[in-house]
């Protein structure tokens, strides 16, 4: 299952991150960078083996709706 983590790359979405990488997950990523780096995203992956999907991006409600929405169409 691939799950959507915005703000992925500050301290409590990196280690979410981490936690959902070992429990199996496909994790994508969403952040500006505003107040982190991409950084703490490769450290992730070396501690959890696994690889991550990265984009940069900021994310509002709206254009987190419309990707809600693509999400369920992707997975149907």
């Known amino acids: 299952m691939r799950l959507l983590?915005?703000?992925g790359?500050?301290?409590i979405g990196s280690h979410t991150c981490l936690e959902l990488?070992?429990?199996g997950y496909e994790v994508v990523v969403v952040d500006n960078l505003s107040n982190?780096?991409?950084e703490s995203l490769r450290r992730v992956q070396?501690?959890?083996g696994k690889a991550l999907?990265?984009?940069r991006a900021i994310?509002?409600?709206a254009k987190l709706s419309k990707l809600s929405f693509l999400a369920g169409q992707w997975m149907r």
């Open 5 to 7: 983590v915005t703000g």
């Open 9 to 11: 790359t500050g301290y």
């Open 21 to 23: 990488l070992q429990a």
């Open 36 to 38: 982190s780096s991409e």
């Open 46 to 48: 070396e501690l959890a």
């Open 53 to 55: 999907e990265f984009h």
């Open 59 to 61: 994310c509002s409600t």
